[in-house]
């Protein structure tokens, strides 16, 4: 179990903060452990938590008009993952986040969350960070769908998320990438021989 410690990095790579400061904010947090598999968030439920990835790694995903999964993003350990339209706003999520691997998150409730911005010098400033950091994220998934071609958006995969095809089926990656496995398996393969 890791703890605390790799969201004490986090926190610290963000802001400054006093002991005391921290003391006080870190009980209002929890870990919950998920096994592969299990939901973190489920479609069409209300979003009340930031996840803090340990150890793990998570999708994104939303099922479409024909009951087919779409794979929308991934997270790896020592990033921050919820559903911000559906936190902010108080309405059922556009979409889950699912455990593809047994997962350590570290949970920050709403409450924790208005916690922190009340008691923590620069808790408004951390806040704001992180969302700015999940907006970029947001920003470049969208403009790497509509302006990369599929080589470009496969480069991005293994940049983002190294040794992601040892860890994920290659029908989601397939997904992610809006291509068939067929398609998929094709571009590996002519990678190889490059």
Known sequence: MLGYSKIYESFSSLISFSEAELGAFIP???????????FLLKQ??????IFFINSGLTRNLMVGPKGEEITLHFTIEGNYITEYASFLK??????????????????????????GYECIKDGNKMGRLI???????????????????????LDKLNEC?????????????????????VHLSRLKSAQLQK
């Open 28 to 38: 209002k947090l929890s870990i919950k452990n998920y096994k592969k598999k299990d």
């Open 44 to 49: 069409d439920t209300i979003c009340d938590e």
């Open 90 to 115: 108080n309405k059922p999520s556009s979409y889950g986040i699912q455990a593809l691997e047994d997962v350590e998150a570290v949970i920050i409730n709403r409450e924790a969350l208005e916690f």
């Open 131 to 153: 969302a700015e950091h999940y907006f970029m994220m947001l920003s470049d998934r969208i403009e790497e769908i509509y302006a990369d071609d599929i080589l470009a958006r």
């Open 161 to 181: 998320f190294p040794g992601i095809h040892q860890r994920v089926p290659q029908h989601m990656i397939a997904s992610y990438l809006g291509v068939t496995p």
